[in-house]
């Protein structure tokens, strides 16, 4: 009997950002480095569970291909490099295809702070077998529906950066000052 190889599924996205920010630009380093906040901000916090410091899982969004229901869980990592940070994925389940062995997740996203605001760029790459269910389906429209789907994720946290990001940012700003102020205000009483 002679055994059918298969080739898998590769289906990969990308998206750059160039958000300007008004006010308080030169304190977007110092956000980055507020990882639960940041991580936040750019996910769906309630599919969010942090690990240890810097590590994070997700929980995507159900997914569905044709008839197929799929939910990955990534694990995160935000690593630090001077005004910016990274955010990769270490590891990848995936519910909803039964046993699949060659399923491989790669994510990297990098935010940067600069004089004008936050630039980035985010990466999404995924390789799977083509699933039984699925075999009757032609690669080629698999792997446009995959892409379409992966582009449609990195659209989706790109608009967060655009809103949601922004708007913990300014909070964070006014509770900063709001910290410093109290902070001066307790020295000064404490002064005979």
Known sequence: MRQVMLMPLAFSASQHLALHVQQNADRLPAYLHEDDRLVAALLDS??????EPGRYRYVVTSLQVFQLHVKPIVCLEIVHEEDSVLMRALDCELEGLGIVDDFDLTLEARLQADANGLSGMASLTVQ????????????????????????GILLGIKGRVG???????????????LKSLEKTTAMQNCRP
């Open 46 to 51: 309630r599919q969010l569970t942090p690990l």
């Open 128 to 151: 799977v077998s083509q699933p039984s269910l699925l075999r009757l389906i032609p690669k080629a429209m698999l792997e446009s529906t995959g892409t379409s789907i992966l582009s």
């Open 163 to 177: 809103q949601q990001l922004i708007t913990d940012f300014n909070s964070w700003c006014s509770e900063s000052e």
